[in-house]
């Protein structure tokens, strides 16, 4: 039986309506009719071969939620019929170390949902049954799809790099991950402030839970932030002025990126010896962790903010993203 979906079918093109056949289900394989599956930069960024990684044909999405159609003849852990949610990740080995230690991200064997394997912006998607998460009841789909990627890589960062809510946590890009960082920052009890090249975007940012805004692009404001912040978390994917990032930091605080920047980030190492300050990363997040914050955002009301469009429309809604008029996640709906 083929798939239906759309597909780049080189670097940087137009995604055309294009099919496929699946293969037999694996044994710890399951199927899922995608009902709705959000749009990342990420999606934009292996579209565009940015990565150098990109296999095409390529079928983008990796922010799914829709129901379990089939099950491979050894899957436990789900059920056809039931609503699941598929993220960045569809497969890891499960043994090694850090299969071992719930950080599946880390796994050498990772398999990403929409490279060398076809992704969401489709009829239907596969995943091992290990990277398919129930979502809480009463939770929406079309809101709580942004959460199996942007969601946990915003999340993820906030918990290992031991977040406290006595801390104060800036926030750079108010887009999709941007937004639901804000709401998770402020929900998690930390003071927050969003720093944003989007001044019109500032009513909504402190809807969402921002304390403070500032606009990025003014040299004056960003000196204003000096020494005021513990965790600074970069979701923007442009080279900024890193060195002015680092100064607001208090002694201890960090300057973590989960957005793509593919600029060498420079700053002196005084800027950082001086206070015991330190640069970090992260990337998504693993599977305790997911359920974790699918959990913490159902109490706590994160969502994303999303626009939903019609899947035949996705070249239009990538677009969107492309040009940073989404507010703030497109979601494409079958
Ligand atoms: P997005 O929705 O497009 O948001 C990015 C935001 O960055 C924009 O809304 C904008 O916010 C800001 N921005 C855009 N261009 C900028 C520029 N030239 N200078 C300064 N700021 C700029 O993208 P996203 O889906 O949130 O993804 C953000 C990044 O995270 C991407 O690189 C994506 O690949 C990466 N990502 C990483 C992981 C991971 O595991 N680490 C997972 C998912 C995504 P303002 O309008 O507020 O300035
Ligand atoms: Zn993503």
């Known amino acids: 039986m083929s798939i239906k979906a759309y597909a780049a079918m080189a670097a940087k093109e137009t995604l055309q309506r294009f099919e496929y056949d699946p293969g037999p289900l694996g044994p710890h394989e399951i199927e899922v009719a995608v009902e709705y599956c959000g749009i990342c930069h990420s999606d934009v ?13 390529l079928v983008p999405g990796h922010e799914v939620v829709g129901k379990v159609t089939r099950i491979g003849e050894h899957v436990s852990y789900v059920k056809v019929g039931q609503r699941v949610g598929i993220g960045w990740q569809c497969n890891s080995c499960g043994t090694c170390e850090w299969c071992g230690i719930g950080e599946e991200p880390l796994c050498s064997q990772n398999q990403a949902t929409c490279v060398g394997h076809h992704g969401g912006f489709a009829q239907s998607v596969r995943a091992n049954e290990r990277f398919a998460f129930p979502l809480p009841e009463g939770m929406k789909s079309e809101n709580a799809a942004p959460l199996l990627c942007g969601g946990i890589t915003v999340y993820s960062p906030l918990r290992l790099y031991s977040v406290q809510p006595h801390h104060r946590v800036g926030v750079v890009g108010i887009g999709g991950l941007g937004h639901m960082a804000v709401q998770f920052a402020n929900a998690m009890g930390c003071e927050v402030t969003a ?32 020494g005021k912040l513990d965790f600074i978390l970069v979701t923007a994917f442009a080279p900024l002025d890193w ?20 600029q060498p980030v420079s700053v ?18 693993g599977r305790t962790l997911i359920t974790e914050m699918l ?37 494409l709906k079958n």
């Open 268 to 285: 002196s190492a005084f800027d950082l010896l001086l206070g015991y300050k330190s640069i970090c990363g992260s990337a998504i997040g």
């Open 243 to 262: 060195s002015a990032y680092v100064a607001m930091l208090r002694p201890h605080g960090k300057l973590c990126f989960v957005g793509a920047v593919l």
């Open 195 to 226: 720093f944003s090249t989007s001044a019109g975007k500032a009513d909504e940012a402190r809807r969402l839970g921002a304390h403070e805004f500032v606009v990025n692009t003014d040299p004056d404001a960003l000196k204003a932030q000096t």
């Open 295 to 331: 959990d913490f955002a159902a109490r706590n009301d994160v969502q994303a903010m999303t626009e939903v469009m019609p899947m035949d429309r996705c070249n239009e809604a990538l677009a969107k993203v492309r040009n940073n008029t989404a507010r703030y996640r497109m979601v």
């Open 45 to 57: 960024h292996v579209i565009d071969n940015d990565w150098m990684n990109g296999v095409y044909p």
